[in-house]
């Protein structure tokens, strides 16, 4: 094992860690004082790298400005955007009227088209998919979207009768029983993912945060 | 005799001279012959196959027949004799004056034995034949019929061999050069003093050497095929000039010699039909044999007495050209003393005149081993058969020291004999394996000195460059390679994928643009229906019927907001994007429009950049009837970055996570919503009344769930989660210690909250569109399911 300056890092992470751990275990309001300072300097450098992130958005679209790509005034409504609103933001503020109609009337329709869109768009998928994948799995895929939708959706005729009763039945059986069983297991994949990860933090066998 | 010539080279050496001192060729013998009683023993057929002893015994016998000069009168028959008298009458005058050489015949010739009886089953016309000639011969012996002509032949010899050898004519020795002279020098017979003719009948020259045993030497009964094999030589000689009906086939009719004419018989059925010779036939047959003109139908009538058969093969002697034929090996040759040859040999056709058969190239020094057919003794000419120009070996050329002694008298004559080279029939007769024409060795000057290694310094080494250095052609081919079908097709797709990269895509120009019409009337379906929904619906009333049943989980949470306490706020997360505020403006209305209804003030934070702006639209919407205002009913903490972090810092210390507001009203500036009398006393999560988390995706309820259990304490938390969001949290809410104290998902369950809540909220009011749009969607996907059956079905069975 070399020694270097990336040991002060491993260790500053591995201290970090172990306290941040200890809060869970240990009522200590030393501890827990400590651990929430570390959390306040994380959420910092978190908005930090909110900054940065905006940044590399503005510099990638300005670069596709610049050398005229594909799409590139796309880029540049994305950039006048972004600079309109970074200016009025930092000029009014973010809960300005200016700033709040702003996104009533622009950002929040926009994102709901898309959402309409998609919906179109998955319609369509569904309706394409057994001509397209001919196998058992499209065909369990939409039978299984289509037996949810009719229970849920309402029946113009029958309503409240044994089928529909049936229909709901049957949907509760795939949401509560497949849905959830498969939601579990990832959850749990989830999770002993996270512990593993934080286990080899903890003890310096990954560093993301270099050598 | 001063000085001794050199068998080799021909040239003079001191008398008492041991090797040549020009070539190095030793003069005289190594092995003295002691075979001489052998070599005369006619009787020991056996002893007399040796045919080198012979012919050291016959170069004794004419040194001794030098010494002792006396004429043999049958020498003159010898074809030898003959042979030189054509090359020079002084060599002819001298013979006669040294009298009549002793009869001697080659050994493999003589097979007779004393003992056996002369007068058994000898044909009579042989007989007579030997006694004629013995009588032209001198008289000397008793005509005998022997049972094998050719045995008393030998036996003949034997008994003049026996006898005080005569004087040889002198200077006769050098029977090479004699040949030499009778041969090749034949257009120059006065240029070489030719000593005179002495009986070399014994003699073999080296042309007529048997390659290997003689096949008369021993008794012809037992080996009939060796034994006519150089008659059939002889035949397929002069097969072409001999019809199948011969004189001597007819007189061996005449004569019914009964078994003892087997040679005959050989000789007639040769006679008529050239054997195919073999292999070994061909190479024991005499390298040149000139064809001999024994058609004697002509001379001898068809029903000829003995005598003039005999006289006729006399007349064929005559014609045979034998001079210009010293190589010959025939049988006649040993048969020398035999008249009846003679003109048979006198009749055959100089070498200038013999037929013409197509020849071949052939080396001198690499006669080919096997002749065909067309390339048989006639194939080698004259020229490589001239004896000065053949190479003898070095032990002939001991052999011929004695008779070079005699032959000092000589001019010096300077032969073209090559020195220490074989002859072109004896290197035929060498095995193919070792045979090498000739070794070249580079003098020591153009040799290469090697210049590295070990051998450093040295002359005529042998290099291992052309070997090792010199670039040569891979033995082995190693560019190619040895690969699958597999392999093969995967190199084809690597380079073309490869081709694919580089080539560019060219604008498909000519396809037509496909209008999306299917898209389109779908998008048509979809908003007619909510259109026709939103027309057709009248206040208070829907088109669609409402859910009558209350799902179960809907109880629990209606009664949990039903029952908090009114003197803490309820936290609402607003952690959804502004694209489903198509859902949740319905969904987290119903609940917002609850806690409206009991006077629980609001706060409201958020993980999402949006999440304010949501929150405020969603407050303003619900509480336009309520009458709320900023700061007394609700008040907004803002966002809340940092992501499960802030969550988690949130639950902990909420003051510490969020140290402003947003939409703070104006008492509150340059303040925080922490000052505000709605959050006045909390110092914790703990203190909220509730959290309510309204969230469209899995991961922000997972986050609320984990990270502000643990600071949750008794206040319960809510999900109101969007229909796709429901199995992931369901987990959280099922569980033995839930971590999710109420589940509101989707428009249907929020209309059944409404209907519970009995305020009129956004769920109800959309229910019409969303069952008439959940209509348009369950038809098309069921018409896309027949349709893509229908094609799965038909379409295999299309193709």
Redesign the interface.
């Known amino acids: 094992m070399k020694l270097g300056p990336y040991l002060i890092w491993t260790a500053a992470a591995v201290a970090i860690g172990c306290v941040v751990l200890l809060g869970?275990f240990v009522d200590s309001q030393l501890i827990?004082s400590l651990?929430?300072a570390l959390?306040?300097w994380?959420?910092l450098i978190?908005?930090a790298a909110?900054l940065l992130g905006l940044w590399n958005l503005l510099s990638v679209h300005w670069t596709k400005v610049s050398e005229q790509y594909q799409g590139w005034p796309y880029s540049a409504i994305l950039i006048l955007a972004f600079l309109v609103t970074l200016v009025l933001g930092l000029m009014y503020g973010?809960?300005n009227t200016v700033m709040?109609n702003i996104?009533?009337y622009v950002?929040?329709p926009i994102?709901?088209s898309?959402?309409?869109i998609l919906?179109?768009s998955l319609?369509?998928a569904?309706?394409?998919?057994?001509?397209?994948r001919?196998d058992l799995s499209s065909?369990v895929f939409?039978?299984t979207?289509?037996i949810i939708?009719?229970a849920?959706?309402?029946?113009?005729i029958g309503?409240?009768s044994s089928l529909q009763i049936f229909f709901?039945q049957i949907r509760n059986w795939f949401?509560?029983v497949w849905?959830?069983g498969?939601?579990?297991g990832?959850?749990l994949g989830?999770a002993l993912g996270s512990i593993v990860t934080g286990l080899r933090v903890l003890l310096a066998a990954d560093r993301p945060y270099g050598e | 005799m001063p000085e001794q010539r050199c068998p080799m080279c021909s040239k003079p050496n001191p008398e008492n001279a041991e090797e040549c001192i020009h070539c190095g060729a030793r003069l005289k013998p190594l092995i003295i012959s002691s075979d001489e009683s052998t070599g005369r023993d006619g009787g020991q057929s056996a002893e007399s196959s040796d045919w080198l002893s012979r012919i050291r015994s016959d170069v004794q016998a004419s040194q001794q027949a030098e010494e002792e000069p006396e004429s043999e009168p049958a020498a003159e028959n010898d074809w030898l004799g003959r042979l030189r008298s054509a090359s020079g009458e002084e060599e002819a005058q001298e013979a006669e004056e040294a009298g009549p050489p002793s009869e001697s015949f080659p050994d493999w010739v003589d097979t007779r034995s004393p003992d056996e009886s002369i007068d058994e089953k000898v044909p009579q016309w042989l007989a007579r034949i030997r006694s004629k000639e013995k009588k032209k011969a001198g008289g000397e012996q008793e005509p005998a019929v022997p049972d094998d002509w050719l045995q008393s032949l030998r036996q003949k010899t034997d008994d003049e061999e026996a006898q005080p050898v005569q004087p040889e004519p002198a200077k006769d020795e050098d029977w090479l050069t004699s040949l030499r002279a009778s041969t090749g020098e034949e257009d120059e017979p006065s240029e070489i003093p030719e000593p005179p003719v002495q009986d070399l009948g014994d003699v073999l020259p080296l042309d007529e050497i048997p390659p290997a045993e003689p096949p008369m030497a021993s008794t012809p009964r037992e080996e009939p095929e060796e034994d006519t094999a150089w008659l059939s030589a002889f035949e397929e000689a002069a097969g072409q000039a001999i019809e199948p009906a011969t004189p001597i086939e007819q007189a061996s009719r005449d004569a019914d010699i009964g078994d003892d004419d087997s040679w005959l018989s050989d000789f007639e059925a040769a006679t008529e039909e050239p054997p195919e010779e073999s292999e070994e036939d061909i190479i024991e047959t005499p390298p040149a044999f000139q064809p001999i003109d024994l058609d004697l139908t002509d001379e001898v009538p068809e029903e000829a007495s003995e005598d003039e058969i005999f006289e006729a093969l006399e007349a064929l002697d005559e014609r045979q050209p034998i001079a210009d034929k010293p190589s010959m090996e025939t049988p006649f040759e040993g048969l020398d003393d035999v008249e009846w040859i003679e003109p048979a040999q006198a009749q055959a056709p100089p070498a200038e005149e013999k037929p013409s058969y197509p020849e071949e190239p052939v080396s001198q020094h690499t006669p080919p081993l096997i002749f065909d057919d067309r390339s048989q003794p006639t194939e080698i000419d004259s020229q490589e058969l001239n004896m000065a120009e053949l190479d003898l070996p070095e032990w002939l050329g001991d052999l011929q020291k004695p008779s070079v002694e005699a032959s000092e008298e000589k001019p010096a004559v300077d032969p073209d004999l090559a020195p220490a080279t074989l002859p072109a029939w004896l290197e035929a007769m060498r095995p193919i394996e070792t045979f090498r024409s000739s070794v070249e060795i580079e003098p020591d000057v153009d040799q290469s000195v090697e210049s590295t290694g070990p051998l450093a310094g040295l002359r005529g080494v042998l290099m291992a460059e052309p070997v090792v250095a010199i670039p040569h052609q891979a033995s082995v081919g190693s560019g190619r390679l040895d690969i699958s079908e597999r392999q093969y097709a995967q190199a084809e797709l690597l380079h073309r994928m490869v081709d694919d990269e580089e080539r560019q895509v060219s604008l498909d120009s000519k396809r037509r643009r496909r209008l999306p019409v299917?898209?389109w009337v779908?998008?048509a379906l979809?908003i007619l229906a909510i259109l026709f929904s939103i027309v057709s619906a009248s206040p208070g009333s829907t088109m669609?019927?409402l859910p009558?049943?209350v799902p179960q989980d809907l109880g629990p949470l209606f009664a949990l907001v039903d029952g908090l306490p009114t003197e803490k706020p309820v936290l609402v997360v607003f952690d959804y994007?502004?694209?489903?505020?198509?859902e949740f403006d319905a969904v987290a209305s119903v609940i917002l429009e609850h806690l409206m209804r009991r006077d629980i003030s609001i706060a409201t934070v958020s993980t999402q950049v949006?999440g304010?702006?949501?929150a405020?639209?969603a407050l303003a919407r619900a509480g336009s009837d309520h009458d709320l205002v900023n700061g007394t009913d609700y008040i907004h903490l803002?966002?809340l970055?940092?992501?499960p972090?802030?969550v988690?810092?949130f639950a902990?210390?909420p003051r510490?996570?969020i140290l402003s507001g947003?939409?703070?009203p104006e008492e509150l500036s340059g303040e925080t919503a922490w000052v505000s009398s709605i959050l006045r006393d909390v110092q914790r999560l703990s203190d909220f009344g509730m959290v309510a988390v309204i969230t469209a995706g899995?991961d922000n309820a997972?986050i609320w769930a984990e990270q502000a259990n643990?600071w949750m304490g008794e206040t319960p938390l809510v999900m109101v989660l969007s229909?796709g969001a429901?199995?992931?949290v369901?987990?959280y809410y099922?569980a033995l210690e839930p971590q999710v104290d109420g589940i509101l998902t989707?428009l249907?369950e929020a209309v059944a909250y409404e209907q519970m809540n009995a305020r009129p909220a956004d769920a109800i009011a959309r229910w019409d569109g969303f069952?008439a749009g959940?209509?348009v969607?369950?038809a098309?996907?069921?018409?896309?399911?027949v349709?893509?059956?229908i094609?799965?079905i038909l379409k295999p069975r299309r193709s």
């Open positions: 869970y827990l651990r929430l959390m306040r994380a959420v978190a908005a909110l973010p809960d709040v996104f009533n950002q929040l994102e709901a898309l959402m309409a919906a179109i319609l369509m569904g309706f394409r998919i057994v001509r397209v001919r065909v939409i039978g979207a289509f939708l009719v849920t959706g309402p029946w113009l309503q409240d709901g949401s509560q849905a959830a498969g939601a579990r990832i959850l989830v | 299917f898209r779908i998008s979809m669609f019927a009558e049943r994007p502004p694209g489903y505020t198509g949006t304010p702006m949501l405020e639209r803002g966002y970055s940092g992501g972090t802030a988690q810092l902990a210390a510490e996570a947003f939409l703070l899995t997972r643990p229909a429901e199995p992931l369901r987990p099922e989707g249907p069952n959940m209509l969607v369950e098309v996907l069921l018409a896309g399911m349709y893509g059956l094609q799965w």
